[in-house]
């Protein structure tokens, strides 16, 4: 049983079109998180969410908008592809925000290819 | 402001070396925790360890070994007799309790030869 999953695995768009990344976890998590993995695989954090509540939002281009229809799941939408955007996109989840020291878990990552 | 430091991009050492991973980090809070992630070729992070700042006791799981020091705010990470299989990219991370955001080092590539 998976944990942390992400759809799709790999996408590969053109510039200029909308795309979506779907997160879902399975552990009862409160909080769930993205973070985008770039070409040197530095890890950043984009954003945030406990209980459906925005709690970290790190200075990312507002073409960037995370969803969560509930608390397990985190959708990210990207507007406008650029070709920066190409990296791998992380989701995780923690029991809650942080504050005790909980552990991250990630899914398996979503490889995307700007073109 | 908090930073996890780990200044070896690459190690490479032969099968059966063992092997140790630098992690510095930076905080002036007193209650923090760190962590160590493993991700190997296929992409994943996989969690290996998670220490608070109370607990200075090393840990030993397997060939892996933990050696937390406060005096020099290193968390380091050895493996013994290295394998094929270790080869990976290993974060270090770094949370301060009640900030949220778990503070990535820029990770080190381990490169193990046969």
């Known amino acids: 049983d998976t944990a942390v999953s992400q759809t799709p695995k790999y996408l590969v768009t053109q510039m200029g079109n909308d795309k979506s990344i779907k997160c879902e976890q399975n552990?009862?998590?409160?909080?769930m998180y993205w973070y985008k993995q770039d070409s040197k695989k530095f890890l950043k954090i984009m954003f945030s969410y406990n209980n459906k509540e925005l709690i970290i939002n790190e200075t990312v281009p507002n073409r960037f908008s995370p969803k969560s229809p509930d608390k397990a799941h985190l959708n990210l939408h990207i507007n406008s592809l650029e070709l920066g955007d190409s990296a791998v996109y992380f989701c995780?989840?923690?029991?809650?925000?942080?504050?005790?020291?909980?552990?991250?878990?990630f899914g398996p990552g979503t490889r995307l290819l700007v073109l | 402001a908090q930073k996890v430091t780990q200044a070896q991009t690459e190690i490479s050492v032969v099968e059966k070396e063992d092997v140790t991973l630098d992690c510095v980090y930076e905080t002036r809070d007193t209650t923090y925790y760190l962590f160590w992630y493993k991700q190997p070729p296929s992409g994943e992070l996989v969690f290996l360890i998670r220490?608070?700042?109370?607990?200075?006791q090393n840990e030993i799981s397997g060939r892996y070994s933990w050696n937390f020091q406060k005096s020099t705010s290193s968390f380091n990470f050895t493996i013994t007799a290295s394998q094929v299989v270790d080869s990976a990219v290993y974060f270090c991370?770094?949370?301060?309790?009640?900030?949220?955001?778990?503070?990535f080092g820029t990770g080190t590539r381990l490169k193990v030869l046969a």
């Open positions: 220490r608070n700042s109370f607990d200075e």
């Open positions: 552990l009862g998590h409160d909080t």
């Open positions: 995780a989840s923690s029991r809650n925000r942080g504050s005790q020291g909980e552990t991250q878990y």
């Open positions: 991370a770094l949370l301060v309790s009640g900030t949220y955001k778990y503070i």
